[in-house]
Structures are given as structure tokens and as C-alpha cells.
Nanobody
């Protein structure tokens, strides 16, 4: 079992930056592929980014490529999402997710573990 707790959300102006963190408890974090998803009001949850167990491989949604960076520190059981050049369209609740296994997938149903989410609001 892995419990996930996100932090780092907040209100930021367009063009600004935020770094989200996701702290994991449990002994299997390093065996988990980790991902970030987001859900805007009235919309379905969508994939943002994912990272392999050792951090070698990453996968990004087209909408965030070049602006967001996912990383992880297995010694700290933490995964990060650095978000730069934020846009109002990035406003959403951001969720950390984990799945046991090596495939760096963007499919929500593949992820077993989920955090409670942290709100990111980007003002214009």
C-alpha cells in the first residue's frame, strides 16, 4: 500500500511558477511509476505527466510539454511537478497517482494509488 499526500498548490499569476510535491508513505514507492493528473471544474480528470520508477523515463501531456517537469527523489519518497509559464487553462485540482510496475502510462485506470489533490489557480 502507498499513501500519497500532495502539497504546494496555490494562487499564482499567469506566467508564474509553482512546484507541487507528493509525499508517499509505504515501502513500495521506489517500485511505483508515479504520475500527475488534473481536473478542472466541469471537466474530466486528465493526464499531466508520469515518471518511471528510477526517474529515467518521463511522459507528458502535449499541453504541458516544455513548461512542466516531473521528477522524483526515491530517498525522500517524493515526486515533484515543477510548473513554469503557467496559464489560466492550467487551473485545476492536481492529483498525484502511483502504480506498481514499469510502464509509464497516461491512462488513469492504470493507477492504483491516489492522493487527495491540491488546488492550483492561475489568474490572468
Amino acid at each position: 500500500q502507498v499513501q500519497l499526500v500532495e502539497s504546494g498548490g496555490g494562487l499564482v499569476q499567469a506566467g508564474g511558477s509553482l512546484r507541487l510535491s507528493c509525499a508517499a508513505s509505504g515501502r513500495t514507492f521506489s517500485s511505483c511509476t508515479m504520475g500527475w493528473f488534473r481536473q478542472a471544474p466541469g471537466k474530466e480528470r486528465e493526464f499531466v505527466a508520469a515518471i518511471s520508477r528510477r526517474g529515467v523515463s518521463t511522459n507528458y501531456a502535449d499541453s504541458v510539454k516544455g513548461r512542466f517537469t516531473i521528477s522524483r527523489d526515491n530517498a525522500k519518497n517524493t515526486v515533484y511537478l515543477q510548473m513554469n509559464a503557467l496559464k489560466p487553462a492550467d487551473t485545476a485540482a492536481y492529483y498525484c497517482a502511483g502504480r506498481e510496475g514499469s510502464i509509464v502510462t497516461s491512462y488513469e485506470y492504470e493507477y492504483r494509488y491516489w492522493g487527495q489533490g491540491t488546488q492550483v489557480t492561475v489568474s490572468s
